[in-house]
């Protein structure tokens, strides 16, 4: 069974920066693709970017030019750099890795207030 665990969200002011990381409890390095997902109260799960096994990434509109997914195969840990937040960027941000099924981590809460 595998497991994800997202780490690293917080409360942060608008334009601050956050990390977060995606442990996964097994090796990643041939895992075919790697992303997260964001979902707000009221609002419908929505993707914020991927990551393949050969570090070509692609991100949701909302996300070019602010956030930056890569992955450590080494450490066995996907992460996501989101810089310039705005409160529209509050939500739970999960994790999740394709093999034979889909995974999901249990999610972390990030909130962009002033």
């Known amino acids: 069974q595998v497991q994800l665990v997202e780490s690293g969200g917080g409360l942060v002011q608008p334009g601050g920066f956050l990390r977060l990381s995606c442990a996964a409890s097994?090796?990643?390095?041939?895992?075919?693709?790697m992303g997260w997902y964001r979902q707000a109260p009221g609002q419908q799960r929505e993707f914020v970017a991927l990551?393949?096994?050969?570090?070509?990434?692609n991100y949701a509109d909302f996300a070019k030019g602010r956030f930056t997914v890569s992955r450590d195969n080494a450490k066995n840990t996907m992460y996501l750099q989101m810089n310039n937040l705005t409160l529209e960027d509050t939500a739970i941000y999960s994790c999740y890795l394709v093999t034979t099924r889909n995974y999901w981590g249990q999610g972390t809460q990030v909130t962009v207030s002033s």
């Open positions: 097994i090796a990643i390095f041939d895992i075919p693709v």
């Open positions: 990551v393949n096994d050969r570090g070509s990434s």
